[in-house]
């Protein structure tokens, strides 16, 4: 099984504020990391593909870079409806997600 | 537009079962595969399994596959996820997700559209 860990566990951060997130899988999986954010009570939101690619409709604030073993995910200037938790999820053999990174207000 | 609508909460005791549905709309039903995921209070996204509607053909996660059944029914675009033997662990909110890739026979494991959600307690 393909362990996935996220760094940190939570944030703290200020509306405007750029905020990184790192994935780390336990084994290469190319680029098949994809990137979710969840709200509280409500179902995760699919914000970016393959490790690049924004989904339709997620403002381009998001990025996502890496390959490999290393992802992060980027949000280049953080707005008050982007506070909540964030999960990759691996799509190289059978779906696992990461523990998730809580971004909340500093 | 496209959506999944699940059924309402569930209540059940230890060792019973619970049977979730998970209705799609707006798009061809048996072209994309479906996901079950599961969230316990608190915590991560678990994935449990995965159905082709059209076949009903079924991966079942390690950790799920003693005691989960996912069926499908075309004719009410609908999938159904049973769990039994249920154990306090097994109190969660249960999603279904829709597969990215609409091609029958095959699958991304991009979970793009998600239901809302159902939450099954399990409490004696």
């Known amino acids: 099984d393909i362990l996935m860990t996220q760094s940190p566990p939570s944030l703290s951060a200020s509306v405007g504020d750029r905020v990184s997130i790192t994935c780390r899988a336990s084994?290469?999986?190319?680029?098949?990391l994809n990137w979710y954010q969840q709200k509280p009570g409500k179902a995760p939101r699919l914000l970016i593909v393959?490790?690049?690619h924004l989904q339709g409709g997620v403002p381009s604030r998001f990025s996502g870079s890496g390959s490999g073993t290393e992802f992060t995910l980027t949000i280049s200037s953080l707005q008050p409806e982007d506070f909540a938790t964030y999960y990759c999820q691996q799509s190289y053999s059978s779906p696992g997600f990461g523990p998730g990174t809580k971004v909340d207000l500093k | 537009q496209v959506q999944l609508v699940q059924s309402g909460a569930e209540l059940r005791r230890p060792g019973a079962s619970v049977k979730i549905s998970c209705e799609a709309s707006?798009?061809?039903?048996?072209?994309?595969?479906m996901h079950w995921v599961r969230q316990a209070p608190g915590q991560g996204l678990e994935w449990m399994g995965i159905?082709?509607?059209?076949?009903?053909?079924?991966i079942y996660a390690p950790e799920s596959k003693d005691r989960v059944t996912m069926t499908s029914d075309t004719s009410t675009n609908t999938v159904y996820m049973e769990l039994s033997s249920l154990r306090s662990e097994d109190t969660a909110v249960y999603y279904c997700?829709?597969?990215?890739?609409?091609?029958?026979?095959?699958?991304?494991?991009?979970?793009?559209?998600w239901g809302q959600g159902t939450l099954v307690t399990v409490s004696s």
């Open positions: 159905i082709n509607p059209r076949s009903g053909a079924t």
């Open positions: 707006g798009y061809t039903f048996s072209r994309n595969y």
């Open positions: 393959a490790a690049s």
């Open positions: 084994q290469p999986i190319w680029t098949s």
């Open positions: 997700a829709r597969d990215s890739v609409p091609a029958t026979g095959q699958r991304s494991d991009v979970l793009d559209i």
